[in-house]
Every structure is written in structure tokens, then in C-alpha cells.
């Protein structure tokens, strides 16, 4: 079966809208299901953003299930100008891994394709993705690199799409990685109140980002359920 990872539930909002089935798994991670698109039953999960979270989710699935390939979802930061919120990215490559992505079929859904920089902290600032763009990276991200790597160790096809919810000119509102808890994950309490801090100033980009990140969810299950893979 193929398996779909991602760091938050809300990155596959626009794919459960469209299935045709969705099953709660007991499994022992944050967001497990099963969902049936276009009669195909997939494996939808999420652990939480960066590679250590993302790797133990796959060992859990893999544990649970048979797979036939694994495929890293979810939002990306754009490095490249050239790309635009709500972008679907698929990545031909991931830096520094030897296990090359696999490019699904579209029908009809249009996408743009490059190199991934798979990093276990967020981009916040339009000068850190001008830097990183130096390496040739065309879009960020957190998990890729670690789902990668277990496809490579299990030999089984690896896939990356992803969505782009910030532009490589653009600032998040504040600095994610410090909104983080002691297991990874983020902290709503942390975001919370640093947006309490500066309610004027946080409050209406963060507002902002959530209706990209809805707009970018959506887009996201378009592209996939149009794929083939």
C-alpha cells in the first residue's frame, strides 16, 4: 500500500475532502488513517514536522502495513522566485540523498518540478531562502530527506509532492523553530502567546497564513487525486 507522511493533519485536508472513505487506525501517532480514493485504499499519517518525527512515522506504518511505496506531502517553502503560493512542487531530487524521487503522472493538474533541501528547522526569513538557494535548491522543507532514507533502506519507491505556502520573498510572522515543544512538535500554547506579545503585528499575517495554508491543502488533494502513481 502506498503511504502518504506529513508533519500536520491539516496538510491533507484537501485530500480527505475528496475520498471516498476515510478509517480511524489505532496506530500510535498523532493522525493515522486509511482513505480510499478513486477505489484505492492509501495510508494517510502524520507525527509532527522534521526528520526524526517523519522517520519514526514511517517505521510505524511500515510495522502496521505492507507498502508499496512512500510518499512525503505537505507544505514547502519556495527558494526559487519563479514560484508562486499554492504551487504544486514535485522534486526530482533531494540534496544530499542517492534514492531519486519517482515523478507521478498528471492528468490535468499542472505542477512544477525540481530540486528539494530536506532541513530539520524552518525558513523563516526571505534572507535565509536567499542563502539556501545558493545550494541549487529550488524549495524547503523538513521530512523529505528522512522519508527518502527509509525508502532507500527498504527498496521501495519514494515520491515528494508538496505545496508551496510561502514565497522565497516572503517573512514568516514569527520564528517557528522557537514554537516548538521538547518532542518537535509545535506548541500552540508557544504560538499562542508570542502572538499575544505583538497582537497588532502577528495576528493579521498569521490570520493570512492560515487561509494560504487552506488554499495550499486544497490544491495539494487536487494534484494527488488526479495522480497516478
Known amino acids: 500500500m502506498l503511504a502518504f507522511i506529513a508533519a500536520e493533519r491539516r496538510e491533507f485536508d484537501g485530500l480527505l475532502g475528496k475520498a471516498d472513505r476515510v478509517a480511524e487506525l489505532g496506530w500510535p501517532l498523532p493522525f493515522a488513517r486509511k482513505a480510499w480514493v478513486k477505489g484505492e ?13 517523519a522517520g519514526w512515522a514511517a517505521e510505524v506504518v511500515r510495522k502496521q502495513q505492507e507498502l508499496t511505496g512512500l510518499v512525503s506531502t505537505g507544505f514547502c517553502g519556495a527558494l526559487n522566485p519563479a514560484l508562486e503560493a499554492c504551487d504544486i ?32 528547522r524552518v525558513v523563516s526569513t526571505a534572507i535565509e531562502k536567499a542563502e539556501l538557494r545558493w545550494t541549487g535548491a529550488d524549495a524547503v522543507e523538513m521530512e523529505a530527506g528522512a522519508v527518502a532514507a527509509k525508502a532507500g533502506e527498504w527498496n521501495i ?3 515528494c509532492i508538496r505545496v508551496v505556502t510561502d514565497t522565497a520573498g516572503e ?49 495539494l488533494g487536487n494534484f494527488i487525486v488526479d495522480a497516478s502513481f
Open 171 to 219: 517573512n514568516f510572522p514569527l520564528d517557528f523553530n522557537r514554537m516548538r515543544a521538547g518532542d518537535g512538535r509545535f506548541s500552540r500554547m508557544k504560538i499562542v502567546a508570542a502572538a499575544l506579545g505583538r497582537p497588532g503585528a502577528v495576528f493579521p499575517e498569521l490570520m493570512k497564513l492560515n487561509k494560504r495554508c487552506r488554499d495550499a491543502s486544497q490544491a
Open 41 to 53: 485504499a492509501i495510508v494517510l499519517v502524520a507525527n509532527g514536522p522534521g526528520p526524526a518525527l
Open 89 to 120: 512542487f514535485v522534486a526530482t531530487e533531494v540534496l544530499g540523498l542517492t534514492h531519486a524521487p519517482k515523478v507521478p503522472r498528471s492528468h490535468s493538474c499542472e505542477c512544477k518540478t525540481g530540486i528539494l533541501l530536506s532541513v530539520d
Open 157 to 159: 519507491p519514494f515520491y
